[in-house]
Structure formats: C-alpha cells, structure tokens
C-alpha cells in the first residue's frame, strides 16, 4: 500500500522523484529557433484538421507498424535505432504526438483518445489500412485508445513499457485539487535548470536505469525540442491529466476486441509490473505478456528482440 500510494502521488507529479527542490522556479524554455535548426524535422508532414503531424516512414512490408513516442520525447526515440530494425519486416511510420515533435495540437484538452484519433486520422492519409500500433510509456495510452476505438481499423496493439491503469483514489485527489499540475510545473523547471546547466543527461539516464541510454542516443534524440514553450505546455498537460484519463478507459479494457502484446521491463522504476502488467492483463481478453528480468524502463531499446516477437506474432495474425 505504501508503494502504491507512492506511486500514485509519483504519477500525477510526471515522476517519481527531484519534485520538491524545484518550489518557485517555472520551466524556461529554449528558443524555438535554436532547437529546430539544430534538430530540424526528419519527415513529413501531413495536416490534420488544420494541424500538422510529423511522421517518419521506413520498409514496405507489411503490416504496417505505428510507433508513438512516450512523454517529453519525440518520434526520435523510434528512430535512433529501432525503425531500421522493424522495417528488416514490416512498413514502418513514427509519429510526433501532437504538441511534440513538429506536430502541433489545438486548444482543449489532449487525452490518450483525441490523440489516438488525430494520429489515425494522418495515418489514414498516407494509405496505412489495419496497423499494428505499438506506444511507449505516455504513447501505450494512445495506443490503447487507438485499439478500443477503432478495433476495426487494428491488428494489434503493443504497449512497451505502457500507462496502462490508474493509480487509485491518492492520484484522483491530487488531479482533482490541480496538485497534479503543479507538480508537474515544478519537475519541469528543474529540467529545464538542468538543460541550461548542461546537465540534461542526468534526466536520459534516468529514464533508462538500470540500464545506460545507448551510446550517441543523448546527442540524437533532441532534448532541446522538448524545452520549447509549447512542448513543456503539452508535456504538462499529458503529465497531469493522464490519471483520470486512464481512469476512464480501464473499465472498458474486458471489451477489448483487438489482441494485445505487452512488452514490460520487469525493473521498470515508473511503471510497476504489479500494475500496468499484472492487473491491465487480467481484465483484457486476448493478451500476451513479456516481462524482461532486469529491464527498467525502456524496454524497447534494452530489449529489441521482445517488440520484433510480438510484431511478428500480430502480423501472423492479419
């Protein structure tokens, strides 16, 4: 109980630690320009409803293969490595969720479904018919929700590393009263501090404990993309609302008519096996579940060969 109580406060905070010494600062963002020239666009971009999406697309097997980012990231995560190894086998497109990346989101709230749907709605632009929607972390959300609303349109659905379920009353409380947020506000202010100190590798290797980011991932994946004003903003958004959005999409997991791969590391310090492994997979019909010893949270660059099984056991499946 106590673990998840942490927990829960952990995830309305964005993560599960260095809150609190970050009180009275807010996030700083780096000049937009600075960071898009250093890093410019890898892609595409495709316009949904007035609104740009940047996709990447690599192989033309099939069938096709949608990767969604995780929080403060970008569809370079899937790209440093893991698009050329999936696309050996299947079509493959990564996505910038929208607010992240080169794409863009509108007013309103953002939750894993309106993602899920504007993201589909650029997949249908470009041809791609009964993906398998692969998502880490934040991205297991969206392709959760891409799988509970349009079943018809899915052959699979892979969480790597996924938020799967709500954390409980504790997190509910804390969303409510907005404290979720400011949490949030905080732990981004010390990233932002920290990326000015040029210190911002402390924050990729926590994401990968136990396991060390690979070498020139840091230099590839575009930390300053994320400290721009508007990405903070759509990071804080996803951070604090995630909780009650799961919250809503959790009793329809029994209904669920897509198969299910998850793909978890069994040291993962965010996301507990107990939880977002354990109790997701008990309520969904069809699911299959891999759990790597010793793996924190990504998962998916620790443990390649996991995602390419699954892959190939959904496209086994179309």
Request: hydrophobic share 45%; with cysteine.
């Amino acid at each position: 109980m106590r673990r998840r109580t942490f927990l829960a406060a952990a995830a309305v905070l964005g993560t599960a630690g260095t809150v609190a010494s970050c009180a009275g600062r807010q996030a700083t963002p780096l000049p937009d320009l600075d960071a898009e020239r250093a890093f410019p666009p890898l892609g595409r971009i495709v316009d949904v409803e007035g609104l740009p999406v940047h996709l990447l697309e690599k192989g033309t097997g099939g069938p096709p293969v949608i990767l969604i980012h995780g929080a403060s990231v970008n569809l370079r995560d899937w790209s440093f490595s893991l698009m050329d190894r999936l696309a050996r086998t299947n079509r493959v497109i990564a996505m910038d969720r929208p607010g992240f990346g080169y794409s863009k989101r509108g007013s309103g709230a953002w939750p894993p479904a309106r993602q899920a749907a504007h993201l589909r709605a650029a997949a249908r632009q470009i041809g791609v018919e009964r993906p398998i929607v692969i998502g880490h972390s934040w991205g297991g959300a969206v392709a959760l929700a891409w799988g509970l609303d349009f079943p018809q349109d899915v052959t699979g659905v892979v969480p790597v590393s996924g938020a799967t379920m709500p954390w409980g009353a504790s997190a509910t409380l804390f969303q409510t009263l907005g404290i979720g947020r400011l949490g949030v506000d905080y732990y981004q202010a010390r990233l932002s501090r920290n990326a000015e100190d040029g210190s911002v590798e402390s924050f990729v290797a926590r994401a990968f404990r136990p396991q060390q980011p690979p070498p020139g991932y840091i230099d590839y994946v575009g930390a300053p993309l994320s400290l721009r004003a508007g990405t903070l903003e759509a990071n804080a958004q996803d951070l604090s609302s995630l909780h009650l959005a799961l919250r809503k999409m959790a009793p329809r997991y029994p209904n669920m008519t897509v198969p299910v791969e998850v793909v978890h590391g069994e040291r993962d310090w965010l996301l507990g096996v107990d939880q977002h492994v354990e109790e997701f997979a008990a309520l969904v019909p069809d699911v299959t579940v891999a759990v790597a010893p010793g793996i924190g949270h990504m998962a998916h660059h620790a443990r390649p060969d996991l995602l390419t099984a699954a892959i190939a056991r959904l496209s086994a499946r179309a």
